[in-house]
């Protein structure tokens, strides 16, 4: 679908902070976007990760730091459609505008040829819905919409916060595949989300952030190889066994009301401790790392991507719940943040 | 320009400046009608008297009076309002990242819609109003001579009063705010200044835009009007500064 030549500019993000008010929403964050992978741009709720997406595209000023595309502000590209593609969570339209008509709106102020408009259309299968009005429109046709507008100048970046809200699984799959397929044609690739089973499957690249600070970024295979791995035990007595274990293995996370991960063991340094103590199970297994858990992992404690207001500057993040602590990671090959 | 053209576009593809130019054009008709259906009110008296030579003026006058120019304030309220209403501003920033060049674009567009609202008043006045006048044995010819003077006074008040449109809606983003508090304005405070106050009330929009039409809409302070020029000055102030601010507010925020 790539019609315009040359290799794709990436995104770069420079010692960036953001204030609004009190609130430092972002806070020298500093990361980089490579072309032709897909990026995961992943934190809780609050983490700071629209903040960051809208100073990139120009929406919002930066306190302090720079963030570039290709090496400009987005508000220095003359012509940005053809370069910058983004979907954000906000973007709406208006209920009584058709489809068609939003797009070529956008292609006008965007010196887009009109051409395009029935083409992305038909990438993001509207096509049929094409002159009816965005009102009547489900979430999922919107978040498609959205999808075409930002793929309306054929852009070598595509800055996509949120994509798969409102996706149903069919949806969420169309999406992947043509993430992947993007990529593949060389473009740079960035996607926000919260909804880390969905991104699993699709990133090439994390950038993690908490509180506006980073946390981690890099390829993520090396990333899950670096967590340490953990085990899941299923118990009727959780509580007592968390007890027990916490001493020796302080990263324990409360899964469920019977249902504990302990990060950093083994099934073997466990084994033991419920014979000794003459521990009920009902199921012991070593949990594969994933995205989840070095999200977690990495996110701190009580912030499991579950709705979570930025905490204040100064406000050292307490221990919310008795079952998340953060291990520390390695920093081998990673670029690392130190913890808040 | 090409700015320009996506946002006549985006008024063209929203039912609202469509809805407002019906409005306009009921407003033309009801005011046209409006001597004819109730032959006392005084001012108009002189349209249905057999022997008076008909002016465009006053036919226009006629027509005008109940409010069909604020429309075009209306417009300019929508054109900037409808963008924040429904958050298309992201969309709408991110293909014209310099704000200034959107301003600019929006002042135009709706300036040129305004002449659209100004051409169907017109020929809502011209469909009524010269069958009325002929009906009643008035002289057209008379009427042929007005349109110089008459004519590019009213192009200009309904261009301005647009702008004001403009203006109001960088200041006051919520749309129906902004549109009922322009209708407050027009219709109720400032009548109310320019009666206790000529010398004051004829630096407002509403008097000010008299001057530039040359007293059609009848606001009855013809002896303290501005002259048309320092009028049309004042109502593009009553614009522009507002733009100007919103410019500085309203645009230049960060856009969450």
Redesign the interface.
């Known amino acids: 679908m790539r019609t315009s030549g040359g290799g794709a500019p990436g995104i770069e993000v420079a010692g960036l902070s953001k204030r609004f008010g009190s609130v430092r929403a972002v806070n020298d964050l500093s990361f980089s976007v490579a072309p032709g992978r897909i990026t995961g741009f992943l934190g809780p709720n609050g983490a700071g990760k629209?903040?960051t997406l809208?100073i990139l595209?120009?929406?919002?000023?930066a306190s302090s730091g720079t963030a570039t595309i290709g090496g400009r502000r987005?508000?220095k590209?003359p012509r940005?459609?053809h370069e910058?593609g983004?979907l954000?969570e906000?973007?709406?339209?208006?209920?009584?505008?058709?489809a068609r008509?939003h797009l070529?709106?956008?292609a006008?102020?965007?010196?887009i040829d009109r051409a395009r408009v029935g083409a992305v259309l038909e990438v993001v299968g509207l096509g049929v819905v094409a002159k009816r009005r965005v009102g009547g429109f489900s979430m999922g046709m919107r978040q498609r919409l959205g999808l075409a507008?930002a793929l309306l100048g054929d852009p070598g970046v595509l800055i996509l916060d949120e994509p798969a809200n409102g996706l149903d699984p069919q949806g969420i799959a169309w999406l992947r595949e043509l993430l992947r397929y993007l990529a593949n044609e060389g473009r740079t690739v960035l996607v926000s989300s919260h909804l880390l089973a969905e991104m699993a499957q699709t990133i090439d690249d994390v950038v993690i952030i908490s509180e506006g600070q980073l946390r981690a970024s890099g390829p993520l295979s090396t990333l899950t190889r670096q967590v340490r791995s953990s085990v899941r035990v299923r118990t009727p007595d959780a509580d007592r066994l968390t007890e027990l274990l916490r001493p020796r293995f302080p990263a324990i996370r409360r899964l469920a009301a019977e249902l504990i991960a302990v990060d950093g063991a083994t099934p073997e340094q466990i084994g033991p401790v419920l014979a000794e103590h003459r521990n009920l199970i009902h199921e012991l297994v070593t949990e594969s790392t994933d995205l989840e858990s070095v999200f977690l992992s990495l996110t701190g404690p009580g912030r499991g991507g579950i709705a979570a207001d930025p905490t204040p500057p100064g406000t050292a993040p307490g221990p919310a719940g008795p079952a998340v602590v953060a291990p520390p990671v390695p920093a081998t090959g990673w670029t690392e943040s130190p913890p808040p | 320009m090409?700015?320009v053209?996506?946002e006549l576009?985006?008024l063209r593809?929203?039912?609202g400046p469509w809805v407002v130019l019906g409005v306009t054009l009921l407003l033309t008709g009801l005011g046209v009608l409006r001597p004819f259906l109730f032959p006392t009110t005084p001012h108009h008296l002189q349209f249905l008297a057999p022997t008076s030579t008909f002016r465009l003026r006053e036919l226009v006058g006629s027509g005008l009076t109940v409010g069909a120019e604020y429309m075009a304030a209306i417009l300019g309220i929508l054109c900037v309002t409808?963008e924040f209403r429904?958050?298309?501003i992201?969309?709408?920033?991110?293909?014209?990242?310099?704000r200034w060049r959107l301003v600019v674009a929006k002042s135009v567009a709706s300036i040129v819609w305004s002449v659209y609202y100004c051409v169907a008043s017109l020929a809502m006045v011209a469909a009524l109003g010269i069958p009325l006048l002929v009906s009643q044995g008035g002289s057209t010819m008379a009427l042929w001579h007005q349109v110089r003077p008459v004519v590019p006074g009213l192009f200009g008040s309904f261009a301005l009063i647009a702008l004001y449109g403009v203006g109001f809606g960088t200041l006051v983003k919520n749309q129906i705010a902004a549109v009922v508090a322009v209708l407050a304005i027009s219709f109720i405070i400032e009548p109310i200044v320019i009666g206790v106050s000529p010398e004051v009330g004829r630096w407002l929009p509403a008097a000010a835009a008299a001057a530039v039409s040359g007293d059609i809409l009848g606001k009855g302070i013809r002896a303290y009007l501005l002259s048309w020029w320092l009028g049309a000055i004042v109502l593009a102030a009553w614009g522009v500064v507002p733009v100007v601010v919103g410019y500085f507010t309203t645009f230049s925020r960060?856009?969450?």
């Open positions: 629209t903040t809208r595209l120009g929406l919002v000023d987005y508000r590209i940005p459609l910058v983004a954000l906000s973007t709406s339209f208006h209920p009584a505008r058709r008509d070529r709106m956008v006008r102020a965007g010196r507008t | 090409r700015l053209r996506a576009f985006k593809t929203t039912p409808g429904h958050k298309v992201t969309t709408t920033l991110l293909a014209t990242p310099r960060d856009v969450t």
